[in-house]
T-cell receptor, first 111, second 112 residues
Framework: GQQVMQIPQYQHVQEGEDFTTYCNSS?????IQWYKQRPGGHPVFLIQLVKSGEVKKQKRLTFQFGEAKKNSSLHITATQTTDVGTYFCAGPDNYGQNFVFGPGTRLSVLP | NAGVTQTPKFRVLKTGQSMTLLCAQDMNHEYMYWYRQDPGMGLRLIHYSVGEGTTAKGEVPDGYNVSRLKKQNFLLGLESAAPSQTSVYFCASTRGDLTEAFFGQGTRLTVV
């Protein structure tokens, strides 16, 4: 079935450093979503990308959808302690009905 | 609006016991989902519903049953709990398919 991979699994950064997580799919995706889950919390929707090569920004967060629509990335500029959490990408399953979540990238930010 | 509410938040079960997790949403969403989250494995879909009175199997449905008798509620049942069902369970709802998902706070279930 549809698989969505994410790297890295863990990332430790010093506050102020940049951070990037990558999401890869074996098949072309019609769209992709990103979620953030704080420790002990629940996933919260960040953004959805639909167009090939699309780039969207939310303050210090930059989201990109690959030209081939098989990969995506989330880049955080100048991380802050509030960025701590696990970032998940999610792509449609083979039937295009539900989202399949990647395993997530856990970000820790050292003050 | 409360969004998506799950009850209970924590539960400890003995092997073989049964229980029902309740999910309620007040956003008039058509679609509802039950996921389980285990360390390093992300969120895996157990069952979902595309409307009142309908249910369908997800990726890991074995050992679980669901019901959607009312549009706003989605129940997840464990008939005979097993230690392998120890997990954090999340309910979510969406307006339509492949749209933004709203998650509940989660239920941490331990089966001993």
């Amino acid at each position: 079935g549809q698989q969505v991979m994410q790297i890295p699994q863990y990332q430790h950064v010093q506050e102020g450093e940049d951070f990037t997580t990558y999401c890869n799919s074996s098949t072309t995706l019609s769209n992709i979503q990103w979620y953030k889950q704080r420790p002990g919390g629940h996933p919260v929707f960040l953004i959805q990308l639909v167009k090939s090569g699309e780039v969207k920004k939310q303050k210090r967060l930059t989201f990109q959808f690959g030209e081939a629509k098989k990969n995506s990335s989330l880049h955080i500029t100048a991380t802050q302690t509030t960025d701590v959490g696990t970032y998940f990408c999610a792509g449609p399953d083979n039937y295009g009905q539900n989202f399949v979540f990647g395993p997530g990238t856990r970000l820790s930010v050292l003050p | 609006n409360a969004g998506v509410t799950q009850t209970p938040k924590f539960r400890v079960l003995k092997t073989g016991q049964s229980m029902t997790l309740l999910c309620a949403q007040d956003m008039n969403h058509e679609y509802m989902y039950w996921y389980r989250q285990d360390p390093g494995m992300g969120l895996r879909l157990i069952h979902y519903s595309v409307g009142e009175g309908t249910t369908a199997k997800g990726e890991v449905p074995d050992g679980y049953n669901v019901s959607r008798l009312k549009k706003q509620n989605f129940l997840l049942g464990l008939e005979s709990a097993a230690p392998s069902q120890t997990s954090v369970y999340f309910c979510a709802s969406t307006r339509g398919d492949l749209t933004e998902a709203f998650f509940g706070q989660g239920t941490r279930l331990t089966v001993v």
